[in-house]
């Protein structure tokens, strides 16, 4: 027996950051968005922990202990007294160190699929502990939707939609490390207040207005983003005289979302940034989209 879990990436429509606490972290005032692009984790019985991956950029990906999807299986096991003698098949289509959490889409996925294959019938509660011990956006690729994160972004509080939004993501080459932003963040702004979000940008949300979220994107990484990798200048050039209402650094980036007014938008920005010579690719996806769903059982 398998079981299949799909998980959805993400985007940061605001990501408002405090200064660095003592152990390393970041106060956030984090608002998550899931968008319509998977990966699926598949766990099957097996002689013992073993992690495979297919997809355009499986060979970044790591299979040894170290991959989100390997250590939430072993997270669940430990606190069940259960061995976890499993293969975690993931197949990729969320972009790779790309500031879109696909690597805590595959904690989030894993998790869901051994606690299923292995009836351990965790609560939410708990679930959504192993997934803070695991990563600060692992809580939400749980949870999808759309989310206020707190604290270090594990805390979360479900936020309502009015609509669905239209995006397009212009994947670059290469990755960009995560704590590397968060340390060039600290270097460029040695001193910021406590993050607040932003009242009017929850209005767009509620109101699926995409021309008021346009507005009010925001993403206190990027000019940290944009110093490590110049080159996302020209990308979100790119993107908005394409006609995109706005563009952004998702999350640490270096992909950037650009937010448009329909599909039909959507496809000739996804060309004309394919054409631009910006980015490697570019996909369109919509939001919001469901958290971590077992497919088969
Ligand atoms: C940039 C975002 O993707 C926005 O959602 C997240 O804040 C990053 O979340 P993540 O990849 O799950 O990050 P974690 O695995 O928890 O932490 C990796 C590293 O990122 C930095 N980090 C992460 C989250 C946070 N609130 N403050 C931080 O300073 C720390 O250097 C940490 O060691
Ligand atoms: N299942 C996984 N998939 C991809 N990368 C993984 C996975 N598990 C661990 N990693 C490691 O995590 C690093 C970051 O990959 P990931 O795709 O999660 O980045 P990200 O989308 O920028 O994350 P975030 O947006 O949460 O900061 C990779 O370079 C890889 O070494």
Not at 80 to 103: N, Y
Request: proline fraction near 7%.
């Amino acid at each position: 027996m398998s079981i299949t879990v799909r998980v959805p990436a993400k985007v940061n429509v605001q990501l408002a950051v405090g200064p660095a606490r003592p152990d390393g972290f970041h106060d956030l005032a984090n608002v998550f968005l899931a968008v319509s692009l998977y990966d699926e984790v598949t766990a099957t019985p097996a002689e013992s922990l073993r992690v495979t991956c297919e997809g355009p950029d499986a060979d970044r990906v790591p299979l040894d202990r170290t991959n989100l999807a390997a250590r939430a299986a072993e997270l669940l096991a430990a606190r069940h007294g259960i061995t976890p003698d499993v293969h975690l098949h993931i197949a990729k289509d969320i972009p790779v160190a790309g500031g879109m959490a696909g690597g805590s889409a595959d904690g989030a996925g894993a998790l869901l699929a051994c606690d299923a294959l292995w009836g351990t019938g965790a609560s939410r509660a708990e679930l959504l502990d192993i997934c803070a011990e695991l990563g600060s956006d692992v809580p939400f690729s749980l949870v999808g939707g759309a989310a206020l994160g707190t604290g270090r972004g594990e805390h979360l509080t479900e936020l309502p939609v009015g609509g669905t939004f239209h995006w397009v993501f212009a994947v670059a080459d290469g990755g960009l490390s995560t704590p590397a932003v968060y340390a060039e963040f600290d270097r460029l702004a040695p001193d910021v207040p406590a993050p607040a979000v932003s009242p009017a940008l929850l209005d767009a949300l509620r109101a699926g207005d995409p021309a008021a979220l346009a507005g009010a994107l925001a993403n206190d990484l990027q000019p940290a983003a944009l110093s490590l990798r110049p080159s996302l200048a020209d990308t979100l050039a790119a993107g908005t005289a394409a006609g995109a209402l706005a563009g952004i650094v998702s999350g640490s980036g270096p992909t950037t979302a650009f937010l448009v007014k329909d599909a039909e938008a959507a496809g000739s920005v996804a060309a004309a940034l394919v054409a631009s010579g910006t980015c490697r690719t570019a996909r369109t996806a919509t939001s919001p989209a469901p958290g971590a769903r077992v497919l088969t059982a």
